[in-house]
T-cell receptor
Framework: AQKITQTQPGMFVQEKEAVTLDCTYD???????LFWYKQPSSGEMIFLIY??????QNATEGRYSLNFQKARKSANLVISASQLGDSAMYFC???????????FGKGTSLLVTP | SQTIHQWPATLVQPVGSPLSLECTVE??????LYWYRQAAGRGLQLLFY??????ISSEVPQNLSASRPQDRQFILSSKKLLLSDSGFYLC???????????FGEGSRLTVL
């Protein structure tokens, strides 16, 4: 069964605007971690932000923040003040306490326009 | 600081030929190591992970194999490549506060 769902195959945002990339997850583990990665056209996977299931506050890293709604099982990535260099694929991932693997969603392609 | 490198970056191989992709981590000891594959336009699929020398766990049965001959070296191999083995292969080590993965540059394999 799909554990990570990213429903937006592609998104557009204008430079300097904020954008939200959606991610929902499915787990019965009481403890888990949620991650977001950026993959530019070069192919490398760049770690952006982490949220633990027991963290009380939403994670933030510079222009990235994670809107964590535990009851709804959602972990949306918010990018503020978009830049042209933010154009890339974005992947949501989860690791459950019961496993080693990071399970990835299928990704969202973000295009930032001038 | 920790770094991870994998090579070769690009590989074009005929069906039935062998494969060897190498991954090396520097600046850390006894890391958990991972091999993922990304098919075109898809998410990442975990192939193998290793928690120590000689310890390999396979997530997906296939004609690929992995080995960890040294603490910071992880190798992905095949004796005979299939067309379906084409893809982008990523090696990663586990670190950070949340156990996030840090990836190498990737190896793009095309099997013809």
């Amino acid at each position: 069964a799909q554990k990570i769902t990213q429903t937006q195959p592609g998104m557009f945002v204008q430079e300097k605007e904020a954008v939200t990339l959606d991610c929902t997850y499915d787990t019965s583990d009481p403890s888990y971690g949620l991650f977001w990665y950026k993959q530019p056209s070069s192919g490398e996977m760049i770690f952006l932000i982490y949220q633990g299931s027991y963290d009380q506050q939403n994670a933030t890293e510079g222009r990235y923040s994670l809107n964590f709604q535990k009851a709804r099982k959602s972990a949306n990535l918010v990018i503020s003040a978009s830049q042209l260099g933010d154009s890339a694929m974005y992947f949501c991932a989860m690791r459950e306490i019961s496993g080693y693997a990071l399970n990835f969603g299928k990704g969202t392609s973000l295009l930032v326009t001038p | 600081s920790q770094t991870i490198h994998q090579w070769p970056a690009t590989l074009v191989q005929p069906v039935g030929s062998p494969l060897s992709l190498e991954c090396t981590v520097e600046g850390t000891s006894n890391p958990n190591l991972y091999w993922y594959r990304q098919a075109a336009g898809r998410g990442l699929q975990l192939l193998f992970y290793s928690v120590g020398i000689g310890q390999i766990s396979s997530e997906v049965p296939q004609n690929l194999s992995a080995s960890r001959p040294q603490d910071r070296q992880f190798i992905l191999s095949s004796k005979k490549l299939l067309l379906s083995d084409s893809g982008f292969y990523l090696c990663a080590w586990e670190g950070g506060y949340g156990g996030e993965l840090f990836f190498g540059e990737g190896s793009r394999l095309t099997v013809l």
